[in-house]
């Protein structure tokens, strides 16, 4: 299960977009094998003269405490891992509300922190931002609402739409330049499209059939497909860009085959929503490309991560090691100079879990995904994420 995007401040929305497509997580310099036996107690605390919070909801409705549990303990490992007693873990608990996130940032650089690594929701971090900017204090979000990137606050999340341009690059270096698009009726289906609509020119394609259907209603989905499938049967088309997430792919499937809509005669284009272990068992999607991290570094993670705290961490956990593993690599940098927008928008960027990635000026981030193809007993790698971002063909 990996990750696409757009989460916004529920943790509904977050689990939606850690399904679909990779969390990214930082890991700089670390080296993969068995993990480290349990941890350590008192890892965390203000000891070391590098200090970094971690603000989180580890108090709250819901399953929000697990999620964050599941971070902190993310962070933890990576502290761990990279065996730095000059940097501490200073946690702060936002309660998942902007007072708590207001109130945790307060007292993290009232203790010192040069860094705040969190909060989770766009609110949260909203409320954050402008305490940690007076004392300029970097803040490395979880969230995934662009809306509150910039002026000291990062976004170490996949982003919606950011996939795009490489399944777009791929497919036109593959002699596919006309399109059909199948698009959701949503906030994530609009931004897809709108990224796809600014990067198919770069290649000489062009968009020639454009349908749109609701989400999680296969009986007003039909009309939609039956477009794409005049499209295609006259010969109009030669890829279709489907960015569904799991449970629309679910429906649209049958629909799309029961109409003659497969990836053999259509080449089917996805984004990082196709990223789940089920995606090849229905059929129709079988052969159907989609951009994703590397699965080999979260599939060690997991196994690092199980062997340590004796359970499966949710996709988003990655975010939090990657953080973790930044602030250690850049801490031995002079004081003030560690944690500057410099050295955090670095043009090279860091080496994560999910491959490589860096922070922009913005406050956005960009990373090198692979090439995966939808097979019947999951996604395969077909072309692997670029190790440099010069290489990096977007």
């Known amino acids: 299960m990996r990750l696409p995007y757009r989460i916004g401040s529920t943790l509904r929305a977050a689990k939606v977009l850690f399904a679909g497509f990779g969390v990214a997580v930082l890991l700089a310099g670390c080296g993969g094998g068995s993990g480290p036996g349990p941890i350590a107690p008192g890892m965390t605390g203000s000891t070391g003269a590098v200090k970094v919070a971690l603000l989180l909801p580890l108090t709250g409705s819901g399953n929000t405490p697990s999620v964050a549990k599941a971070l902190k303990q993310a962070a933890e490992l990576a502290l761990f891992d990279f065996d730095n ?210 699965p080999k570094g979260w599939s060690d993670f997991v196994a690092k991560y199980a062997k340590t705290y004796g359970s499966t961490p949710p996709r988003i956990a990655s975010l939090a090691y990657d953080a973790v593993s930044l602030a250690v690599s850049l801490s031995p940098n002079p004081p003030g100079q560690r944690y500057t927008a410099t050295t955090l928008t670095r043009g090279s960027g860091f080496a994560g879990v999910d491959g490589l990635f860096r922070l922009l000026p913005d406050g956005t981030s960009e990373r090198g995904l692979a090439i995966l193809e939808v097979r019947e007993y999951g996604p395969q790698m077909i072309e692997p994420a670029p190790n440099n971002f010069t290489s990096a063909q977007y």
Do not use: C
């Open 85 to 294: 007693p000059s940097v501490s873990l200073v946690p702060k608990d936002t309660k998942g509300t902007p007072e708590g996130a207001q109130a945790a940032a307060q007292s993290a650089i009232q203790d010192g922190a040069e860094l705040i690594i969190g909060p989770l929701f766009a609110q949260e971090v909203s409320a954050a931002a402008p305490v940690a900017a007076q004392r300029n204090v970097p803040i490395l979000a979880f969230s995934t609402d662009e809306k509150v990137a910039g002026n000291g606050v990062y976004l170490l999340s996949f982003l919606a739409g950011r996939d795009v341009p490489r399944i777009v690059s791929y497919a036109a270096a593959r002699g596919k330049h006309n399109f059909a698009l199948l698009i959701p009726q949503s906030p994530y289906g609009r931004v897809a499209e709108t990224a796809f609509a600014r990067n198919v020119g770069r290649g000489g394609g062009q968009s020639v059939v454009r349908a749109t259907f609701p989400p999680n209603d296969a009986n007003a989905m039909l009309g939609p497909v039956r477009q794409v499938a005049n499209a295609m049967k006259a010969g109009q088309v030669d890829a279709l860009f489907l960015p569904a997430a799991p449970e629309d792919l679910q429906l649209l499937a049958p629909l799309l085959a029961s109409n003659g809509v497969t990836s053999k005669g259509l080449q089917f284009l996805g984004t990082g929503q196709w990223d789940y272990p089920s995606v090849g068992k229905d059929a129709a999607l079988v052969g159907g490309w989609f951009p994703a991290p590397d």
